[in-house]
């Protein structure tokens, strides 16, 4: 495995990313309003209601929705990369594995700091949402959460032959996390067999994260960030490994 | 070690249950065109992709400019042009060529010459989605010319193009070679063949032919490539 990084090589595949995804306009579009828009629903439908609700599911939200969004595109990229022979043309030049993975990571990351710091915007001044903590901490995660879901879309993609298999990968890894991050309900009053499943997802760790922030002015996320940090790392490193420059 | 830019040495490729290459060997000396040529799905990608250094291989040995092929030294060393074009339809043909230019780390100089090399200087801002079959392939191909590689390596670069830039292209090939580099190119059209200085004949993973065009139409008595290959298939079943 080729492990040094090319600063040169890493901001070429990133700026090559992006300005992709700056041709896709319609993609662009719906990766920065659908955010804003899907939390805008969630206030207008307890807007009736008394209690917090909003205020209990929208940090919850705000950690996911970048997750997921993140996790889809990057699989699909990838995998076009992998099928259109582009993939095999780069590796076969001088570039190193990591370059192209850090290259898609800080693509995508950068493009979840404005979706993120979109949907945080809206929901603060537009829809009320009260964050008791830092505001920026709030961004800090969902990005931490996005470059997640790109790590792991950039593993799966090593596992599916067409885009429909790819995106068949959203409800089996994301689903099953969504519903035991503590969404629905707290992760402590979970049966201890499905607590225990769920301390070993990441993505309970950044609601945790995100829940916190949101209700403690005082937020001690360090744990939760090093977790979701952690399994970034861990499925870039097995992503690199699907990477071959050499196929039978 | 020899000296040759590419040689192969008992090269067995078996992919699942198939024998793609079976016991392939030849040399290739510097500053030639060399035409693989074979029907299709007789081999002559995966033979590429084995000196390329993209294909795992069973047996035997590939080594190309005195190094095994696939080495991190020969990255920069050898431009290969797949089949299908592999370049990013959803850029222009300038932001595809800059990009890999970016990768290779060769200037923005190199890239306009490339642009020019290929014929598609007017077509530089457009999308290469947007481009017929043959322009694609020759974004492809000058990508691979990018940075001035010393072993090309061409998968059927000329397929569906019209006549003339198809001789513009062999000329390029020529030129290309005259300046010292190694020029491997595979068709499945015989008639290519009498533009090579070399040729490679491949049927079912076996290497039939390696002479030059004339000594195989003189060992053969055949008036052309064609009929020089039937005849070399009917003596050997």
Redesign the interface.
Do not use: M, N, W
């Given at each position: 495995m080729t492990t040094e990084v090319s600063a040169r090589v890493t901001l070429a595949v990133a700026r090559r990313v992006l300005l992709q995804l700056r041709r896709d306009r319609r993609t662009l579009a719906m990766l920065l309003v659908l955010p804003c828009a899907i939390i805008a629903l969630l206030r207008w439908m307890f807007s009736a209601q008394t209690g917090s609700g909003f205020q209990g599911l929208a940090p919850a939200l705000l950690a996911l929705i970048p997750f997921v969004v993140m996790f889809l595109v990057t699989s699909v990229t990838t995998l076009r990369e992998r099928t259109s022979g582009t993939l095999e043309r780069l590796l076969a030049m001088p570039l190193g594995k990591a370059d192209f993975l850090f290259g898609y990571a800080l693509a995508f990351g950068a493009v979840a700091a404005v979706q993120s710091a979109l949907a945080v915007g809206v929901s603060i001044w537009w829809l009320g949402l009260h964050v008791a903590g830092p505001t920026w901490l709030l961004l800090v995660v969902a990005v931490l959460d996005a470059v997640l879901g790109t790590a792991l879309g950039l593993l799966v993609s090593a596992f599916a032959r067409t885009e429909f298999q790819a995106v068949q990968f959203m409800p089996a890894l994301v689903i099953p996390q969504m519903l035991l991050c503590g969404l629905f309900i707290h992760r402590d009053q979970l049966p201890g067999f499905l607590h225990a499943i769920s301390n070993c997802l990441p993505l309970s760790y950044a609601v945790d994260a995100m829940t916190a922030v949101s209700t403690r002015t005082n937020p001690g996320v360090g744990g939760d960030l090093a977790v979701v940090a952690g399994f970034t790392v861990a499925a870039l490193v097995l992503g690199a490994l699907t990477l071959r420059r050499r196929t039978a | 070690m020899t000296t040759s830019p590419i040689a192969v040495a008992g090269l067995g490729v078996v992919?699942?249950r198939v024998t793609a290459l079976d016991d392939v060997s030849f040399e290739v000396p510097a500053g030639q065109v060399v035409g693989l040529l074979g029907p299709s799905g007789c081999g002559k990608s995966t033979l590429m992709r084995s000196i390329?250094?993209?294909?795992?291989i069973t047996s035997g040995s590939v080594s190309v400019l005195g190094e095994p092929a696939?080495s991190?030294s020969l990255?920069?060393r050898?431009g290969?042009v797949?089949q299908?074009a592999?370049?990013?339809?959803?850029?222009t043909v300038a932001?595809n060529l800059r990009?890999?230019a970016?990768?290779?780390?060769v200037s923005a100089q190199r890239v306009e010459e490339c642009v020019v090399l290929v014929d598609l200087a007017r077509q530089r801002n457009q999308?290469v989605g947007r481009l017929s079959g043959g322009q694609r392939s020759r974004v492809s191909l000058a990508?691979a010319l990018l940075?001035d590689p010393t072993v090309l390596v061409l998968d059927e670069p000329t397929v569906g193009l019209d006549p003339v830039l198809r001789r513009d292209l062999w000329a390029t090939f020529h030129r290309l070679a005259d300046a010292g580099a190694t020029v491997l190119v595979s068709s499945h059209v015989m008639d290519e063949a009498t533009r090579c200085d070399r040729l490679l004949v491949l049927r079912d993973g076996r290497l039939l032919v390696d002479q030059t065009p004339s000594a195989l139409l003189e060992s053969t008595g055949a008036h052309d490539v064609e009929a020089a290959f039937l005849a070399i298939v009917e003596a050997a079943s």
């Open positions: - | 992919r699942g390329v250094g993209v294909q795992k696939g991190a990255r920069s050898i290969y797949t299908a592999s370049v990013y339809e959803d850029l932001e990009f890999f970016a990768v290779l780390g999308l990508v940075g």
